[in-house]
Each structure stands twice: as C-alpha cells, then as structure tokens.
C-alpha cells in the first residue's frame, strides 16, 4: 500500500456542501447504517432520526476527513443494472438462455465459453432461470455481474452472480484494438455492442474471445423494482449510492464526492458497494442505476476530483497521526 496522507477539513471546506439535498442523503444512509456494528456508529444510527434537519444531523456528528494516497490521483468512474428483456420460456425471440451454476463447474475450472456455448453441456437441465431476446446483452450482463430481466406481463426478476467457470475474464475491448478496429480512445461498451451487431459472425467469435462465462442466481431478497444489491446486502440508490475501497472508506460511510470533468458534480453518497477494480483512498464508482440510459451515462464517466469521508468525530480524531494532532 502506497504512503497515506490523512487531514480533517471544516463543512466549509466542501465545495457545494451547502446546496445538497442533505435530506435525500440521510434517508439513503439510514437503509444500511442500522448493519454497522461498531458502537460509535451505531449511536450515529439512532440519532439519524432524533435531528430534524438533515444537513445539522451531518454536520453536528461527522468529521470530514480527506483521505489521499501519495502519487495516486483521483478518478470517479460509474456502473449500473442492465436491464434486458426476457421470458420465463423461450420462443422464437427469447432464444438465449441465462443459466445457473451447474454442480461440475464449482471449485475450478471448467468448460471456456467456446465450449459451453457450441458443446450443449448445458442444455435440458433444469439450469435456465429466463430466457432473454439478445446474446450482445447477455453477454455484457455477465460482466457486469447482475442485472433485471423485463418480462412480456410488465414484472420483472432480479438476477445476481452465481459463479462462474473458472478462466480469467478477457477483455474483448482490447481485443479489437489488436486487431486495429478501433484506436483505445475510441472503445466503450456501447462501440463493442455496436460493432457484434453490425457483424453476427464474426461478432459471435469476438465474444467467444472472452473465455470466461459466469452463471447467475435468482434474487428475491429485495423487490425487482428498487435498486439492486450492494455490498453490504441492501438495495442501493441511483445516484446517491457508490463503490469504494474498503481499505480506506467504511461501507456505510457517507463520502462527500466532488466529481470534475464533464458535468460536474457535487453530492453527498452513501458508500454501499465494492468492485474488484476499486482501489485507493481516492477512487469511488457511481451507481447510475437501472437500464440503457443509465448504462449510457456510467459508461462514459472517468473523471478527476475529491471525495472526502464522513467519519463519527472520535473515530475521525483517532485516525490521525499525533503529529498532526
């Protein structure tokens, strides 16, 4: 881990702090902070409620305290819940299954997608839990991890990650850039989408380039109309939820976000989430929420900035070094 630097700020030191909906805040940490074990935030949870104003609550019973790694700078990306259209049987437009773990592929590895998808090893076995219209977002599902299924009748079923085959994930972005389709500047989800469907055959093998194939599980824990599972085993929020390292931000913290670049942003969020590619004290990515408008705006977010940490005032204290203090 690279050297850390820690300093507490003022509420008048956040860029913005005063024009947020502190409101809007609280009720989001108030959904994970009753799962906080220690006493101290705890006692944080019971008075969320006691103080009326939301932006005093805050100010009254948090530090915020700037936590920066030496040489590391800042970087906010986005992420969301796909959202594809399925059916519970399949037809002649519900063509593409998506299939839960079967029992030989637990412990190691297993079959490569080639494999899972040309050999039938998986077929008339009970696995499938829908059927969806689109092999191209069925495929970026299993990369994101989980995601919602609209059904013909208007309701829905949550899916979330179940296992997977066991070979390293391999990314089909790059792959095309190898190949000199694209410059790395100009690939994203949506160009890579573009591009399977614009060539079916030879998009149908770029996939296939990707050896890795995850397995999904049914979600019932929360209702399939509110936001999916973070980390911390609760619905999280659009726009108000994000995902952190937990090195270095506490699940359940709220963290000041000071987002530059493109449309620049200033709120308060709730860290309810963890990603394999979220590391460093100054790295955060940003639930947009639900669907292709969301996936739009997640997927063309890397911007700079600051995120500050919310921290229980004793607690805030104590991480500092004495020379500091």
Known sequence: MSETHMKILSFDDLDGWAADDHEAARKVFLNTCADLDAPDWQTLCAAATGIEDARKFFELLFRPVLIEEKDKSALFTGYFEPELDG?????????????????????????????????????????EIAWVDDSVELFFLQIQGSGRIRLPNGSYIR?????????????????????????AHQVSAQVIKNWVKRNPVDGAELLRHNDSFVFFREVNRVPAHKGPLGAMNRSITAMRSIAVDPKFTPLGAPVWVEKDGAGPLRRLMIAQDTGSA??????????FGTGDEAGKAAGTLKDPGRMVVLLPIQRAYAMLPESVL
């Open 278 to 287: 979220i590391k460093g004290a100054q790295r955060a990515d940003i639930f």
């Open 87 to 127: 059916s519970l049987a399949p037809n002649g437009r519900y063509r593409f299954p998506v299939y839960k773990m079967p029992r030989e592929a637990k412990g190691g590895q297993w079959l490569t997608r080639r494999e899972i998808e040309t050999s039938g090893a998986l077929q008339g076995r009970g696995l």
């Open 159 to 183: 899916v979330g990650y179940g296992g997977a085959n066991g070979h390293k994930y391999r990314s089909i972005g790059a792959e095309l850039v190898r190949r000199g389709v694209y410059n």
